[in-house]
């Protein structure tokens, strides 16, 4: 087996920076970031477009102009590790956080449960945290490793299609497993009435249900923010903001 993770490369390095978690529960926390590559979904909005938006690809974002598709050279932005070097570049931070994020980091589980043993051998502090589109299940050894999913659920506003983003027994699992919590980007009127459906239709705790303003820039947290804010009062979701996008916009690995 091919044991060696992708990980999206900025600068020439791999993705892997610290920093403080920029939303959800653990909002605020120092943390470690492992951004791995490649995605199994393709959001309009994907603030991560270059883990899955390469060259000769058909898929459509956001980003995408008239003349200029934004598209990326998937060799200038990938580069592969090895489970030990990433935790060895893990464990030059002092921080015990760490955050495996992508794209969608469960297509390499395999991988990153080599990389949170390697971590938790040379400390039993450390705490791992997935980011993920729920749609693939994690495997036991892998869940035993994990302190909590951010588990993202995508509405239709992202343009994917129902069957491909909404998986029901993988979502109930997620449901049944109390390390996750489920957080959705909010971007347009009826959004809410999704996030409803969902809770109700999965029954889904509230307490476990987190929404934040879709943005990939400053302007358009701005926009968005005070709706998004109303809108959880009124419905007793929790909010989250997007420190990253409201302190740096639509800058990479900070
Ligand atoms: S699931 Fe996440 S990483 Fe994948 S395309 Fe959607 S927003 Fe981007």
Redesign the pocket.
Known sequence: MNNQIVLAQLNGRPEIFHSLQGEGVSIGVPSVFVRCSG?N???RW?D??Y??NWLGTKYIHDKDRPDHPAKHDRSAVQTRLSPGEVAKAVNLYCCDNVVFT???PMLQQDQLTEVARILRGTNIEYEFEVET?ATILPHPEFDELITRYNV?P?LSN?GMLHSSRLIPETIAAFVQNPKAVFKFVCSEAGDEEEIAAFERDYRVPRRRILVMPEAIDQRSLEQRRSVVFELCKASGWRYTDRLHVAIFGDRRGV
């Open positions: 995605c979904l393709q959001c994907c991560t477009e883990t899955w992508g794209g969608e589109n993202s995508k992202s």
